[in-house]
DNA sequence: GCCAACGTTGGC
DNA sequence: GCCAACGTTGGC
């Protein structure tokens, strides 16, 4: 059985159509304990992802990825050139993790989170309550809602 | 650009 | 291990 999740993201750095162009990413930058604890312990191969657009016009549901592959080190943490880097870390014990993840539907019509919060049926996700959060997990019913709404 | 909510850091 | 100070996120 696959997990459903929410990765945030601001389309302004990496979008939606930025992953359909590339086909298939490691999602870098990840830089919170939660999060990254998230990614290697309960992320798995097959999962299912919402990808949200953040931080931008309207904040809204954007597409639908899949995650492909187990959490591995973040490359962008040794990158002094990268926004992501991280003097802390090192290659024998690397602090953060990434996860593969695959393109699978642009959106034409997108969630905005003003709809969200408006919908009782969702008032219990994380986008909702704990919204900083940039690995959420989606309950079923929630994911399926959500997809179908955006068809 | 503001600011509330939340996360991290570091002195003690 | 507490907690004040500080930094970040992200909706508005």
Known sequence: MPQYWLFKTEPDTYSIDDLKSEGRCGWEGI???QARNRLRDEV???DQVLIYHSSCAVPAVAGLAK???EAKADPSQF??????FDPKS???NPRWVLVDIVWQESFTRTLPLKRIK???DYSHMELVNRSRLSIQHVPQDCFHRIVK???
């Open 31 to 33: 830089r919170n304990y």
């Open 90 to 92: 090192s290659a024998d």
């Open 149 to 151: 709404a955006c068809r």
């Open 79 to 84: 990158d002094p050139q990268s926004p992501y």
């Open 44 to 46: 798995r191969a097959g």
């Open 118 to 120: 408006e919908d009782p």
């Open 67 to 69: 995650v492909v592959g």
